[in-house]
């Protein structure tokens, strides 16, 4: 497959935290979660990398590279962005604030 | 060709919903926005089980083909808009298939589901029945289609264009960063290809850029304009919508979508592979 799996589940069977970078979290307007949210993933030079949906408890998910990294986030709430900087392989949660 | 013979706006969608003779339908790969809710009137495609071959890596043959879209209920003569998630990659896929079996009124939503949805415009969860027709297509218009012995025969002859993320192209990941890296083949892009990710082709809502930012695009890029166009990514959806940019939205006359991309020429022995970032 190619395109955006669903957000709401777990990580997948087999994912390896020692050697992915997994980027997640979740979006969220004063407080209460978005889900439908268009998220996306942009580079250290902000150029974009993927695209995913929010699940309805606003949670999303990418596998990239250590580095940092912006998450955008698009919705009928409003718009809004957060840094994260991925030092090395693990999970790194951040919340994305749409107003 | 303008862009009124392809695209439709989302307003243009909506003032048109339940027209005589226009059909929707939505596409994409896993089809479960459709079923929590789509544009009204609008007919469900899964890409993965109705646009593909269920057993060989292909598209339906040209029975298949008829066969769908007589049990969907499109009939030759409807204009069929076209419209998904994932940035209407599976759409576009959906497009340049329809045109590759002869169905010429054919259209995309620009900005597609993201575009509706951002809009705020209505979603229903209601299924449309549609009478079966008897629908005919055309033998399969090979001069918009590439198989991997001519990307092979092409190299160094005409623009191979790889519409991939810089980090997919240059061989640091195997697949876009939305999915889990557990793929074998081998990584990095076809010698000599350019690297242009889909994405700049797109706004963020979603929406495709305008003609003179998509002409400075691919110009800057080093396409030239002269010489034909195979197109390729990883699976052959992303790599459609470039298609449809380059021949559909500025009138390449030879423009090529190579659906084989790069889970086929990854994994084929003794063909030229470069890796890096482009120059």
């Known amino acids: 497959m190619c395109g955006a799996p669903d957000q709401a589940v777990s990580l997948p069977v087999g994912t390896d935290l020692g050697k992915q970078t997994v980027l997640a979290g979740r979006v969220v307007a004063g407080g209460a979660p978005v889900g439908g949210a268009f998220v996306r993933l942009l580079d250290g030079t902000g150029e974009f990398t993927a695209e995913v949906v929010s699940s309805a408890s606003g949670d999303f998910r990418f596998f990239a590279a250590p580095g940092t990294w912006t998450v955008r986030a698009l919705s009928r709430s409003g718009n809004g962005e957060a840094v994260l900087n991925a030092e090395g392989p693990g999970l790194h949660q951040t919340e994305v604030a749409v107003a | 060709m303008s862009r009124e013979d392809v695209l439709v706006s989302t307003d243009w969608a909506e003032k048109n919903l339940g027209a005589e003779g226009v059909v929707f339908v939505e596409v994409d790969e896993d089809t479960t926005a459709y079923d929590g809710g789509h544009i009204p009137g609008a007919v469900k495609f899964s890409w993965t089980t109705e646009l593909t071959d269920p057993v060989r890596r292909d598209v ?127 990584r990095g892009h076809v010698k000599g290809a350019i690297n242009v990710p889909w994405s700049k082709a797109a706004n963020e809502d979603g929406t495709f850029r305008s003609d003179e930012e998509l002409t400075a695009l691919y110009g800057e890029a080093g396409l030239d304009g002269k010489k034909a166009v195979i197109a390729y990514c990883r699976i052959g959806e992303r790599s459609s919508h470039t298609w449809f940019v380059l021949r559909e939205l500025l009138g390449h006359k030879d423009v090529k979508n190579y659906d084989g991309s790069w889970v086929e020429y990854g994994s084929l022995v003794g063909v030229p592979i470069e890796l890096g970032a482009s120059a």
């Open chain 2, 60 to 186: 339906l043959s040209k029975e298949d083909f008829e066969a769908v879209l007589s049990a969907k209920g499109i009939s030759n003569d409807d204009l069929v808009v076209l419209y998904g998630g994932n940035n209407n990659w599976f759409a576009a896929y959906a497009y340049w298939e329809f045109k590759l079996y002869g169905h010429e009124n054919v259209k995309l939503i620009d900005g597609g589901r993201k575009k509706w949805e951002l809009d705020g415009r209505t979603l229903t969860t209601e299924v449309p029945e549609r009478k079966a027709t008897s629908y005919t297509a055309k033998d399969a218009d090979l001069s918009i289609r590439a198989f991997r012995d001519e990307v092979v025969a092409s190299i160094g002859v005409k623009n191979l264009v790889d519409v991939r993320s810089p980090d997919e192209y240059s061989g640091k990941i195997f697949a876009p960063a939305h999915l889990p890296q557990e793929v074998s083949q081998r």
